[in-house]
């Protein structure tokens, strides 16, 4: 297959108008499409984005579906929902359930084939080992200290899926779990009340990723910085953000930008199961939750995760002013180098899997592609 003349996001972060050829499950090098064969399709893009697919390295569930429900059922239809919005590949997160519950997650993630769909690279842990006072929409009953031992119980379990742990940094313990850790997954801080001495400490120890900025933590203010201020003075530190109009004002996604940049801004959905349906009554980790015009909240009014998926977290980004090639930076680079798998996606570059997003000038989908094949819109 050839596609030609579409304006393409290059590893350079800025489109170029060419061609690309995919011949099986990859991209190879670029092919003059004169010289295409009757064999070969060959797609005309004028006019068009070609971008990565992009990876969600933080969603619980769409469709009506839960990864925390455990069944090869529920991977599948939200495996192939993310699809047909482009979204290539996906990392689902736990949330904070009994022992009994996570291994049944756990297993039946590590017994999953991709047939059709995003495919799933990854599995963030988030949770038990949170903080109480901001523990959001987890549910206070299962939360623990952390411990090394118990999450590798969990990673065995899961055939090494797990790829973001998330601690938090003043639970008694967190600090050492980090630090034994840190070579083995991603640490994020997350749901935590720590100060910025605590999380810089955790940060220096090991732990590179902070979960929902903003969100589940103490605010980021002029006197007391906090987990926020420790993540901008700590360089190595990546931020997810959900871009879904809801959680953050637009103000606040524009200065994190200025702040942050770029390169260490990761746009994640945080989607609960309402997702892709109406509004309506729903669950998260055993919880109802009442969805009301793309707001999802807890009886108390928690917001408890996000009705939004990935894709149009980043139209929300660029509608709030973010350039579109860094919103395509932090939906399809950033989260693939995060977790580990850039060298087989994130980029359209020849060698990587053929997992590209086809979008017109509004940033509506054409056509998305998974290892090289056209998925049903």
Do not use: W
Not at 27 to 49: C, F, K, M, R, T
Not at 200 to 210: D, M, N, R, V, Y
Not at 292 to 312: C, E, F, H, R, Y
């Amino acid at each position: 297959m050839i596609i030609k003349n579409a304006m393409v996001y290059n590893e350079a972060g800025s489109f170029v108008t060419k061609d690309i050829a995919i011949e099986g499950e990859y991209l190879v090098a670029e092919a003059n499409p004169s010289a295409a064969s009757g064999q070969q399709e060959v797609i005309d893009a004028e006019g068009l984005y070609l971008i990565p697919g992009l990876t969600d390295l933080h969603f619980h569930g769409c469709v009506g579906y839960d990864f925390c429900d455990g069944t090869q059922e529920a991977i599948k239809a939200m495996a192939e929902y993310q699809a047909r919005n482009g979204v290539t590949t996906i990392a689902p997160a736990t949330m904070t359930l009994a022992d009994e519950q996570l291994t049944l997650i756990f297993k039946n993630a590590s017994e999953y084939q991709s047939e059709s769909g995003a495919i799933l690279v990854g599995i963030k842990m988030e949770g038990p080992y949170l903080s109480l006072a901001k523990k959001g929409a987890q549910n206070p009953a299962y939360l623990m200290h952390p411990d090394a031992e118990h999450f590798r119980k969990m990673q065995a379990l899961s055939g090494g899926l797990i790829k973001i742990l998330a601690i938090a940094p003043e639970e008694d313990g967190a600090l050492e779990c980090i630090e034994e850790l840190k070579d083995e997954v991603v640490i994020s801080l997350a749901h935590t009340t720590a100060d910025y001495e605590t999380s810089l400490k955790a940060f220096q120890k090991g732990a590179s990723h902070l979960t929902h900025l903003y969100n589940a933590m103490p605010a980021f203010s002029h006197r007391s910085p906090g987990v926020i201020g420790a993540a901008l003075d700590s360089e190595q530190v990546h931020v997810e953000v959900i871009c879904d109009g809801v959680h953050i004002d637009p103000s606040v996604i524009r200065a994190t930008f200025k702040m942050f940049g770029e390169d260490r801004i990761i746009l994640i959905s945080d989607s609960m199961m309402a997702t892709g349906l109406k509004d309506g009554n729903y669950s998260l980790g055993g919880q109802e939750v009442t969805v009301v015009a793309n707001k999802a909240t807890l009886a108390d009014g928690t917001i408890a995760g996000s009705a939004t998926n990935l894709m149009q977290c980043m139209r929300i980004a660029v509608s709030f002013g973010i350039p579109l090639t860094t919103a395509i930076k932090c939906a399809a680079v950033n989260p693939a180098k995060e977790i580990g798998i850039y060298d087989n996606y994130g980029s359209i570059t020849p060698g990587k899997y053929a997992n590209l997003v086809l979008l017109d000038q509004n940033l509506e989908l054409v056509q998305v592609f998974i290892k090289g094949k056209p998925i049903t819109l």
